[in-house]
């Protein structure tokens, strides 16, 4: 989630270099895909130089209450995590915890004899190790979903298809490490679960939580006090 609290002040959309009248295209389309419940509610800020050249809200925040988006509605970041998750991995890469072509089996050994999904049937034996570099550029094999029957037979063995809801980021991704690959590691991109291999690393290396690595590491030291991965009572 991620929350606008210090708006920057407005200026001229011509004078930031922008075209005002098609910046107005934003508006209209905001709200004609609220209207036709693409999305129940948006927002959209454009700045440059210190200054907010556009900001539209469209939509609502609460359907059932008909409560109207506003600036500072907490939002799902959803994705927009994988930029943050990849900036801990930098910075632990700064400190020389890691190196980007270290195999991720160095450090989480269920990933070390990875197998590849087979055209023909079966599996066979990946012809290199799934590297951090691998990871962070979605090119491991790594999949959303279970798009393979031969994937779902394996998840199901592992518990993920029943418990991944409820178990700990080392328990889900040690059972990711036992699921065949879409493709060769480094052979293509497939968007997939390389960010939450990833944060399970965080934690290895720094001996902290994920959730913790990054309140204490990132969002405090960048005065990002809305963001987390839970809405706080207060």
């Known amino acids: 989630m991620s929350q606008v609290t210090d708006p920057l002040p407005a200026g001229a959309p011509d004078a930031l270099g922008f075209c005002p009248t098609r910046l107005l295209r934003l508006d209209s389309y905001l709200n004609s895909a609220c209207a036709g419940a693409l999305v129940p509610g948006a927002a959209v800020l454009v700045a440059r130089h210190g200054q907010i050249a556009c900001q539209v809200l469209a939509g609502r925040r609460d359907i059932e209450a008909d409560l109207p988006m506003q600036a500072d509605t907490i939002c799902r970041i959803a994705s927009m995590s994988k930029p943050i998750t990849s900036v801990a991995i930098m910075m632990l890469l700064e400190q020389g915890r ?9 450090y989480i050994p269920e990933f070390a004899a990875p197998r590849v999904l087979a055209r023909g049937g079966g599996t066979v034996a990946a012809e290199g190790a799934i590297s951090i570099r691998h990871l962070l ?6 999949c959303y979903g279970l798009p393979d029957p031969r994937l779902r037979a394996v998840a199901a063995s ?3 298809l029943d418990g991944a ?18 493709h060769q590691p480094g052979e293509r991109w497939t968007y997939g679960t390389n960010m939450d291999v990833l944060g399970y690393l965080v934690e290895l ?13 990132i969002f405090t030291p960048l005065g990002m006090r809305d963001t987390g991965f839970l809405v706080p009572r207060d």
Do not use: C, K, N, Y
């Open 137 to 142: 550029t979605h090119t491991s094999g790594l």
């Open 98 to 106: 890691l190196q980007l072509e270290d195999p991720i089996a160095t």
């Open 158 to 160: 592992t518990g993920l």
């Open 205 to 217: 290396l720094s001996g902290m939580r994920f959730d913790e690595f990054l309140q204490q590491q």
């Open 165 to 182: 809801a409820t178990m700990t980021t080392g328990e889900l991704v040690r059972g990711i490490g036992a699921l065949p690959l879409l």
